[in-house]
């Protein structure tokens, strides 16, 4: 073979599993038909954190009332939308050039163009217009991600109606934005766009916004983060029949279609609209063909070891998908942790990834953080399965810190098995709460039960405290004896 291992797709799960092979010893070349970094480096998580960065010091500095309490004064505030635009491409320059140099670093061969599987452990790959060359790998990693779904009906002008792909070089700040869908893109982008002097209208489909979310966490993330702010929204509704970009002086138009009744509701005229509605797998000439594997809705399946299966189910062997192209997880530290397992099982090591210990945050102001299940999926196990789920709660208005910082909106919430003491999911709504959350994935990750977790301190004071007070709080049966190492069934 010419490589140990080839990857399809340097975004940050190709990037992940390209670092730890050659840390293995593995001769490994990573496939590239676009820019290094993939979505999040450049058009994802990187450039949209610059952009909430300033929202949140903006959304400080307007908050009069939160200065004053600080006993601080400011007299005038504002931006300038070019700089705020810059800050967020050069961070995604620079980020993309790191990658670029670790890779270089370490030995990995970067190949340019786009590539395809044309037969059992052989990829071709070629720029268009120049002769396509073909290597053999003794593995291949699929590491192709997603791009931005967009329902039928909808025409993307990239300038009054476009995705997060244009929403994320500002070009413009429009005084009326309608969201279309309420998750992570479209929560953060109401974030930034409110604190930039937008009003925002969001249109989701389903009965409630962030259903993604645990509801109880949702229903106080609404009361924060869009009551508060100058945001309405349609619950409910389809925006998928008919949106029409702005001309000729005319607005965007945005047909609202009711989600069970299928009629039209009401026509929406707004100055631009950001289409937030999830994303598509980018798997569509790979060359699946060649090797028997079917998509599911361009999704192309695997099993628990992210090993690709064939359209007869069979796994295909030496063959792996990671990231968002195979939807399991479309977040950017599950496609490389799914690449490192994988070169873990290659390096002669099984590995199973827990998907219930991968955190996930949405860096709003304040943020939400969650791992593992929310509270009506722990209750529907422990029907299933037959045990008992308790609830605990902490405020940060009860943490010193976030008192200190004037900043005690927010819960932490968590779900555990009284029995045993083990952590089913864990929600927080607060500052920092992107950063607070590791402690219980990690606790999840190497089955580390509440008896343990009750013992361990925390200095003060620190927001972490918030967690320490959640553990603390926690009522484990006395009298069961379990092995605190014992690990967590995924
Ligand atoms: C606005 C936004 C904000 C986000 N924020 C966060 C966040 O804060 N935290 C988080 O965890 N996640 C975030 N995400 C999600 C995150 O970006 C993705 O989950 C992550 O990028 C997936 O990584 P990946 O490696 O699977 O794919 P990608 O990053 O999409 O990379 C795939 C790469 O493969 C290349 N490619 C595709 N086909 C071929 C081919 N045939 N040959 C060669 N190359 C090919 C592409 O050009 C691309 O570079 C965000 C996403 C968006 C859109
Ligand atoms: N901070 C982060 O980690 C972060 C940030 C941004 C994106 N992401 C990732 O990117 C992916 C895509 O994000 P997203 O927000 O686009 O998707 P999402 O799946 O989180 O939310 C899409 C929302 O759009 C609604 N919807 C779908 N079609 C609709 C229609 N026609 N009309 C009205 N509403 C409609 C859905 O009900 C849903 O609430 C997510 O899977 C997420 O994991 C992560």
Same mark, same amino acid.
């Given at each position: 073979?010419?490589?140990?291992?080839?990857?399809?797709?340097?975004?940050?799960?190709?990037?992940?599993?390209?670092?730890?092979?050659?840390?293995?010893?593995?001769?490994?070349?990573?496939?590239?038909?676009?820019?290094?970094?993939?979505?999040?480096?450049?058009?994802?998580?990187?450039?949209?954190?610059?952009?909430?960065?300033?929202?949140?010091?903006?959304?400080?500095?307007?908050?009069?009332?939160?200065?004053?309490?600080?006993?601080?004064?400011?007299?005038?505030?504002?931006?300038?939308?070019?700089?705020?635009?810059?800050?967020?491409?050069?961070?995604?320059?620079?980020?993309?050039?790191?990658?670029?140099?670790?890779?270089? $670093?370490?030995?990995?061969? @970067?190949? %340019? /163009?786009?590539?395809?599987? =044309?037969? +059992?452990?052989?990829?071709?790959? &070629? *720029?268009?217009?120049?002769?396509?060359?073909?290597?053999? $790998?003794?593995?291949?990693? @699929?590491? %192709? /991600?997603?791009?931005?779904? =967009?329902? +039928?009906?909808?025409?993307?002008? &990239? *300038?009054?109606?476009?995705?997060?792909?244009?929403?994320?070089?500002?070009?413009?700040?429009?005084?009326?934005?309608?969201?279309?869908?309420?998750?992570?893109?479209?929560?953060?982008?109401?974030?930034?766009?409110?604190?930039?002097?937008?009003?925002?209208?969001?249109?989701?489909?389903?009965?409630?916004?962030?259903?993604?979310?645990?509801?109880?966490?949702?229903?106080?993330?609404?009361?924060?983060?869009?009551?508060?702010?100058?945001?309405?929204?349609?619950?409910?509704?389809?925006?998928?029949?008919?949106?029409?970009?702005?001309?000729?002086?005319?607005?965007?138009?945005?047909?609202?279609?009711?989600?069970?009744?299928?009629?039209?509701?009401?026509?929406?005229?707004?100055?631009?609209?950001?289409?937030?509605?999830?994303?598509?797998?980018?798997?569509?000439?790979?060359?699946?063909?060649?090797?028997?594997?079917?998509?599911?809705?361009?999704?192309?399946?695997?099993?628990?070891?992210?090993?690709?299966?064939?359209?007869?189910?069979?796994?295909?062997?030496?063959?792996?998908?990671?990231?968002?192209?195979?939807?399991?997880?479309?977040?950017?530290?599950?496609?490389?942790?799914?690449?490192?397992?994988?070169?873990?099982?290659?390096?002669?090591?099984?590995?199973?990834?827990?998907?219930?210990?991968?955190?996930?945050?949405?860096?709003?102001?304040?943020?939400?953080?969650?791992?593992?299940?929310?509270?009506?999926?722990?209750?529907?196990?422990?029907?299933?399965?037959?045990?008992?789920?308790?609830?605990?709660?902490?405020?940060?208005?009860?943490?010193?810190?976030?008192?200190?910082?004037?900043?005690?909106?927010?819960?932490?919430?968590?779900?555990?098995?009284?029995?045993?003491?083990?952590?089913?999911?864990?929600?927080?709504?607060?500052?920092?709460?992107?950063?607070?959350?590791?402690?219980?994935?990690?606790?999840?990750?190497?089955?580390?039960?509440?008896?343990?977790?009750?013992?361990?301190?925390?200095?003060?004071?620190?927001?972490?405290?918030?967690?320490?007070?959640?553990?603390?709080?926690?009522?484990?049966?006395?009298?069961?004896?379990?092995?605190?190492?014992?690990?967590?069934?995924?």
């Amino acid at each position: 073979f010419d490589y140990d291992l080839v990857i399809i797709g340097a975004g940050v799960g190709g990037h992940g599993a390209a670092l730890h092979a050659v840390e293995e010893g593995l001769k490994t070349a990573i496939i590239e038909g676009d820019v290094v970094g993939g979505t999040c480096v450049n058009r994802g998580c990187v450039p949209s954190k610059a952009l909430l960065a300033v929202s949140g010091r903006m959304r400080e500095l307007h908050d009069e009332h939160h200065m004053k309490s600080l006993g601080l004064q400011v007299s005038s505030t504002g931006y300038d939308r070019q700089a705020v635009a810059d800050h967020a491409n050069n961070l995604a320059s620079k980020i993309r050039s790191n990658l670029t140099n670790s890779m270089k $670093a370490m030995g990995v061969d @970067i190949l %340019t /163009g786009f590539g395809k599987i =044309v037969g +059992k452990q052989k990829v071709r790959y &070629g *720029k268009v217009g120049f002769p396509e060359k073909e290597i053999t $790998a003794k593995n291949i990693i @699929i590491a %192709t /991600g997603s791009v931005p779904f =967009v329902p +039928k009906g909808i025409e993307i002008d &990239g *300038k009054t109606v476009f995705t997060s792909d244009h929403a994320l070089k500002l070009e413009s700040v429009p005084d009326w934005i309608a969201i279309v869908g309420s998750g992570y893109i479209g929560l953060e982008f109401s974030d930034v766009y409110t604190a930039l002097g937008s009003e925002v209208t969001f249109v989701e489909a389903l009965d409630q916004l962030m259903p993604g979310f645990d509801p109880e966490i949702a229903k106080l993330a609404q009361r924060v983060l869009i009551n508060t702010r100058k945001i309405d929204y349609h619950t409910g509704v389809f925006a998928s029949k008919k949106i029409t970009p702005a001309k000729d002086g005319k607005p965007v138009l945005i047909e609202l279609i009711d989600a069970k009744t299928k009629e039209h509701k009401e026509t929406l005229e707004v100055d631009a609209a950001l289409i937030a509605t999830g994303r598509a797998p980018f798997t569509s000439g790979l060359g699946l063909e060649n090797i028997n594997v079917v998509t599911q809705r361009g999704f192309i399946p695997v099993d628990e070891r992210m090993q690709v299966t064939d359209a007869d189910g069979n796994v295909v062997p030496n063959l792996f998908c990671i990231g968002d192209a195979n939807g399991k997880l479309m977040l950017a530290h599950a496609a490389s942790a799914q690449g490192i397992s994988v070169v873990e099982q290659i390096s002669g090591r099984d590995h199973i990834l827990n998907h219930l210990s991968i955190p996930a945050a949405c860096f709003t102001h304040p943020e939400i953080s969650m791992v593992g299940l929310t509270e009506p999926q722990a209750r529907e196990k422990a029907d299933n399965e037959g045990f008992e789920v308790s609830v605990v709660k902490t405020s940060f208005k009860a943490n010193t810190k976030a008192l200190a910082e004037n900043e005690g909106d927010g819960i932490a919430k968590m779900i555990y098995r009284p029995d045993t003491g083990e952590i089913l999911g864990v929600h927080i709504l607060g500052l920092h709460a992107a950063d607070l959350i590791h402690e219980a994935s990690n606790a999840i990750a190497l089955g580390t039960r509440l008896q343990e977790l009750k013992l361990a301190v925390h200095a003060h004071p620190t927001l972490s405290e918030v967690l320490d007070e959640l553990f603390k709080a926690a009522k484990v049966n006395s009298g069961v004896s379990h092995s605190v190492n014992e690990p967590v069934a995924a």
